[in-house]
């Protein structure tokens, strides 16, 4: 079990020291994965890692999860953004899990080209994905880089 910052769970510390991941056997992701980001606030941090981790164990999940050990993200990838249907269930997964919050989807792909747009978004409580313009998924990120 690794600890950083008061993140304690399943996973392994990267060796940058910057996060904490966990994944299946043999469930890494590819060139065509994705990720729903979750931003849980501070205070829950670490209680929500605990249940991703466990969860991304246990295959409820995507074929991995990470948290960043500073600051309050959370990623959970899927293999790949274009099958709607797996995004969709581990959003319903995550939902289930009690993560109610809204959601941003991002692809990988995005993140090599450093940009901060996002593929999906699911409000508030719902269990559904909506793809995003491109017009929507600049808006989408506030001045912080975290979603508005």
């Known amino acids: 079990m690794a600890e950083k910052n008061g993140l304690a769970g399943p996973g392994r510390l990267q060796p940058d020291r910057r996060w904490l991941s966990v ?19 501070p205070a829950v941090l670490a209680y929500s890692w605990q249940i991703i981790g466990d969860a991304t164990l246990a295959g409820q999940l995507g074929p991995e999860s990470d948290a960043r050990t500073s600051g309050n993200l959370i990623c959970v990838y899927t293999t790949d953004h274009r099958d709607v249907d797996d995004v969709t269930r581990v959003l319903n997964s995550l939902r289930t899990l009690g993560f109610h919050q809204r959601l941003i989807y991002k692809e990988d792909f995005a993140n090599m080209l450093g940009t901060r747009e996002a593929l999906y978004v699911s409000e508030s409580k719902r269990r559904e994905v909506r793809q995003l313009r491109v017009s929507e998924a600049v808006r989408i990120w506030g001045p912080a880089g975290q979603p508005e």
């Open 23 to 41: 994944w299946q056997p043999g469930g890494r992701y590819g060139s065509w994965g994705g990720k729903w980001m979750l931003f849980p606030e």
